[in-house]
Antibody, heavy 116, light 111 residues
Framework: EVQLVESGGGLVQPGGSLRLSCAASGFTFSSYWMSWVRQAPGKGLEWVAHIGQDGSEIYYVDSAKGRFTISRDNAKNSLYLQMDSLRAEDTAVYYC?????????WGQGALVTVSS | QSVLTQPPSASGTPGQRVTISCSGSSSNIGRNTVSWYQQLPGTAPKLLISNTNQRPSGVPDRFSGSKSGTSASLAISGLQSEDEADYYCAAWDDSLTGQCVFGTGTKVTVL
């Protein structure tokens, strides 16, 4: 079964950092682009970043540039999102998803709350 | 930065046909394929339509996608109570380097 499981969410103060992880199983992880998509409370979906199969191609939404870093470890079938200089507006459920423009499947999500 | 516009809500009675629009521009829907996602309350989104009009395995044929110019549509025929959910469109945007954009989302209510 193809599965994605996020971890690492939690409460962090404004200006702080957090690292999300996404463990993949059931498919050849190294063959796929991987993405992070977030959803603020009561709001819609927002694409955050994606990374190519070997990590050489990386793109971010403008609001994440310079603060977030997406990475992957194909040997560990894992995707990461390092989030620095966090702001209140980064509060959201963060989903990892397989793919670049068609996202399938999605993980269950990790809640990140930025608050003092 | 939603650049794809959807109506906030849509509704219908069981058995009816409901259509959701997704309006974009020449840099996204106009030149790229569209995908659609269903998000049931309290759950992660699920792929409903890929490549504008293709249903993944397991998605009922009540769901169909289409595109014309810079707009796309998702149709739900034979509406069922379990279709009550939020629906989002998405597309690659050539004007935003390497970026994907989602629609604003549509809440479908089964009356």
């Amino acid at each position: 079964e193809v599965q994605l499981v996020e971890s690492g969410g939690g409460l962090v103060q404004p200006g702080g950092s957090l690292r999300l992880s996404c463990a993949a199983s059931g498919f050849t992880f190294s063959s796929y682009w991987m993405s992070w998509v977030r959803q603020a409370p009561g709001k819609g979906l927002e694409w955050v970043a994606h990374i190519g199969q070997d990590g050489s191609e990386i793109y971010y939404v403008d609001s994440a540039k310079g603060r977030f870093t997406i990475s992957r470890d194909n040997a560990k079938n894992s995707l990461y999102l390092q989030m620095d200089s966090l702001r209140a507006e980064d509060t959201a459920v963060y989903y990892c998803a397989r793919g670049r423009t068609t996202f399938d499947p999605w993980g269950q999500g990790a809640l990140v709350t930025v608050s003092s | 930065q939603s650049v794809l516009t959807q109506p906030p809500s849509a509704s219908g009675t069981p058995g009816q046909r409901v259509t959701i629009s997704c309006s974009g521009s020449s840099s996204n829907i106009g030149r790229n394929t569209v995908s659609w996602y269903q998000q049931l309350p309290g759950t992660a989104p699920k792929l409903l339509i890929s490549n504008t009009n293709q249903r993944p395995s397991g998605v009922p044929d009540r769901f169909s996608g289409s595109k014309s110019g810079t707009s796309a549509s998702l149709a739900i025929s034979g509406l069922q109570s379990e279709d009550e959910a939020d629906y989002y469109c998405a597309a690659w945007d050539d004007s935003l380097t390497g970026q994907c954009v989602f629609g604003t989302g549509t809440k479908v209510t089964v009356l």
